[in-house]
Every structure is written in C-alpha cells, then in structure tokens.
C-alpha cells in the first residue's frame, strides 16, 4: 500500500489492508494494520558461539490511516502512521547481540493537496512531521508514556528527534507541452518506517519540460535543476550539484517502440547488485533494505518489435533493453566508484484466444567495484494462462544465473516463482504465489554454506462500493423522467 512518498510507501506487511477510492469525486481513505518486519533470531554456531550471517532484527508492527476528498478542482489528504520495534521479540539477551539496531518507534503525520488555479495552471504539495525515538529498554518505554507527543502516539525520550519534509510543485499545462517547476526539501536525519529506504538532507528545485512532437509519435521529456544539502551552522562546506534527466521516446508505428533514458540523480536512485537481490535469504533483505549504493549516472534504452502485427490472435515480439550505471564517489585524493552494466534479450508469444503468454530470455550482467568484478550469465523463462473466461490467472516465472566473480567463489543460483489469482464478480480476488530459490557455491569451505528457501504468500482483497451506481442512476432517469 501507498499513502505518500513520505509516510508508508510500498513497504510489505502482514496484516490487514483496507482501501476506498470513489470513481468521480467525493471522500477516499485507507487503513492498514499489522507486522511490517518478523522478528529474526540470531544464529549462533555451535563449536565456536560466534554469530553466523545474519541480520537479527525486532518485530515491528504498525498501523496507518489515510483520509481525503477529491473533486475535479482540487483535493486534500491527511495521513497518519506509526510503526514501533517490540522490545521484547528477542529476548533478554538483545542487549548482547553485537551490530543489533536499537529498537525505534516512528510516528509521521502528513497534510497533502492539489488544486486548479484557473484552466492552465495546477499546484500540489505535502507537508509531512515524523518523530523518532529510540526504545532503549521495557522500562524507559513504559516510563515515558505520560510524555507522549504527536497526539499523543509518540514515547519520547532524551533520543527523541523531529524532522519534517516538504515537497511543492506548479505546473502549466499548455496544448502541446507542460512546463513545472518543483521544490522538495527534506531535512536531516528524516525517516519513516513505512519505506524501505530514503533520501534525506536535501534541498531540491528544478524545471521540468514535457511535449510530443511528430503527431505524437515522439515525446521528449526532461529536467534540470539544483541539488544541495543542508548544511548545520557549524559546517564548513556545503554540498550541492547542477542534476537532470532526459527520457526520449519514438514510436513511429504500433509494432515498433523505443525509448532511451540518461540522468544523474545520485541522491534519487539506490542500487543494489543484482546477485545480492537474487541470493537473498532473510525475506527483507530481498526488498533493497540493506548494502544500497548511490548512483551518479544512469543511462538505459529499449526496443520492442512486433514480429507479425498482421496476426492478432497470436503475436509474436522480441524485446530487448540495456541498463549502464555509473558511481564515482571522491574524498580527497581517494576516488572509488563501479559501474554496473546489463543486457537483457526477450521473446513473447501471447495467443489471445487461449488466453496464454510464453515467453523466454537471457540476461548478460557485468559489476566492476574496486576490488571485485562479478559477470552474471543465465537464461529465463516464464509462461503465463487465463482458466474460465479469465477468471483464474496463473503465471510460472524461472531462471537460472551463474555468477563468476574474481573475489568471491562462483555460484549457481536457481529461482522459480509460481502464482495464481483468482477473481469472482470483480469484487473478490484470491491470489497464492509460491517462491523457491538455491543457491550453489562451487567452493562451499569458504564460510559460506550453500542456501535454499520457500516462500508462500496468500492474500485476498474485496471490494466494494458505497453506493450502488447502477440503481443511482436508474433512480436518476427516473426522476428526470418524471
């Protein structure tokens, strides 16, 4: 689920989802309820009771409620979210665990808008408040209580920090191109738990320009704009850096389309290599919370083609993208960076009366750090199918990577995903995927064990309206009737 940039956005949870969005205008909302992290135990080896690898971590739960009106002029939005480290999830002996984060606790409030100004311009904006403490021990948390702040769901203690974040923009949107301008400013030290990772100690203003020229064929997109720091009192220097991006797109027909992408958002964009992802382990470990690096240049194309467009039963379509990443990271006289390049090829076959889609690929991957360089070579396949008129999806998904690394022994990696949704009368829908991951070390002695996991995940979401609109406007034609 998704409130904002700055509260909860996109965090995985087990729990409790609720989401109501009217179709025109009028009043729409959110609320979620439950665990946003598992408690995980440390490991011990036995012989030598040193703490093998793993991250041990604190349960922690949350809720979060999100309520505003929209019209076609304008909308408003209030957010609230807390989410708080268990203390207790690992036991008396947490306090032990070398390289354990203290437990935290997090509340963030958020104001957000939008509006009309006449029929060229439009304006929106949020202000977003979270405070943090750190839960050092059962006592102090029960103890502060009584001090409580923002309305009262916040403990405070001598840790307790405030940080506030503020993003606004002003478009005009004119017949063939937009033009903004945006500010965004988020100040040191700011954090929400309901994120997996975030950008903060920056202050941030550009220009941003959209048009289509060719009839529409092509579109060019861009932005420019200063980036900097914000500096304490006591700070010498500041940082601060000219940042853009470019996005241009030619579609000169419905079989064929292309797209090429620069830009150097170094405090935008984190990366996390792709072996690192893939041989994941710990379940949010697998979701870019740990080991994410800055990017400083980024430069990405792709090109789809559509074999037979004649035949619209059962296309046919080979696609194929590159991605080139670049990190250059100077202090003094000692420079460090990498460059991360991949090359993926793909071919689709959908047959739209069987309702399926067969696809395969291959995947060319180079990382070159300071003192390591990794190739990632391997195929992939997936195979996708709608059963009673669509009603039940399912969908497989495997590859297989091996890695050869100068520094590191070289692996096998084998991942299969399998899923399967299911909807009835476009207001229930069952989805069940299942996750199976092997790692396979060539030289298993070096302290690191070969792994496997399963993962099972069930959700079921309903919805609903408030209103019947069909009877509404039945009801409507009969009265206009009369």
């Known amino acids: 689920m998704v ?67 929209k019209n076609k002029q304008k909308s408003l939005e209030l957010i609230l979210f807390k989410a708080s480290d268990d203390v207790g999830s690992l036991g008396e002996k947490a306090d032990t665990i070398k390289g354990l984060a203290l437990p935290v606790q997090n509340v963030v409030a958020s104001i957000k ?110 932005s420019l704009g200063r980036q900097s720091d914000l500096a304490n009192d006591g700070k010498s220097q500041s940082m601060f850096q000219w940042v853009g991006n470019t996005s241009i797109t030619y579609k000169p027909s419905e079989t064929f389309n292309t797209s090429l992408v620069y830009s150097n958002f170094t405090s935008f964009t984190n990366l996390r290599p792709q072996l690192e992802y893939l041989t994941s382990i710990v379940p949010y470990n697998a979701l870019d919370t740990l080991n994410y690096r800055q990017i400083s240049q980024n430069l990405q194309g792709s090109i789809t083609k559509i074999i037979n467009p004649q035949n619209r039963d059962k296309r046919r379509a080979i696609m194929a993208d590159f991605l080139l990443q670049k990190s250059d990271d100077v202090q003094g006289k000692l420079s460090t960076g990498s460059l991360v390049s991949n090359l993926n090829v793909r071919y689709s076959l959908s047959n739209t009366i069987k309702k399926e889609v067969l696809g395969a690929g291959f995947a060319l991957g180079r990382d070159d750090y300071l003192i390591s360089k990794t190739w990632l070579i391997g195929p992939s396949f997936t195979y996708a199918r709608g059963f009673f008129k669509n009603q039940l999806k399912t969908q497989t998904a495997m590859n297989v990577l091996r890695t050869l690394s100068s520094t590191q022994a070289n692996s096998n990696v084998f991942n299969a995903r399998m899923g399967a949704s299911y909807s009835l009368e476009k207001k229930h829908n069952l989805n069940l995927t299942f996750m199976f991951m092997k790692r396979d070390l060539d030289e298993s002695s070096l302290g690191y064990p070969n792994t496997w996991q399963i993962t099972a995940t069930l959700s079921y979401a309903y919805r609903f309206s408030l209103m019947d609109t069909s009877k509404k406007k039945k009801a409507d034609d009969s009265l206009n009737s009369n």
């Open 3 to 69: 409130f904002s940039p700055y509260t909860l956005n996109g965090h995985r949870f087990n729990g409790l989802g609720i989401e109501y969005k009217p179709k025109k205008e009028g009043f729409f909302g959110g609320f979620m309820l439950g665990t946003l992290l598992q408690r995980v135990q440390p490991q011990f080896d036995s012989a030598t009771n040193k703490l093998l690898i793993n991250q041990p971590s604190y349960e922690q739960n949350g809720f979060g409620v999100d309520i505003g009106f």
């Open 113 to 222: 808008g939008s509006s009309n100004l006449g029929k060229k311009f439009f304006v929106n904006f949020e202000f977003a408040v979270s405070g943090l403490t750190q839960l050092k021990s059962k006592l102090e948390s029960s103890e502060s209580q009584s001090f409580g702040s923002l309305a009262g769901l916040l403990m405070v203690n001598g840790s307790t920090i405030y940080r506030n974040a503020l993003k606004t923009s002003i478009t005009y949107k004119g017949k063939t191109f937009n033009l903004g301008v945006e500010y965004n400013r988020v100040d040191p030290d700011y954090k929400t738990l309901g994120a997996y990772y975030f950008t903060n100690n920056l202050e941030n203003i550009k220009g941003n320009f959209a048009t289509q020229l060719m009839m529409g064929k092509l579109s060019v997109l861009g």
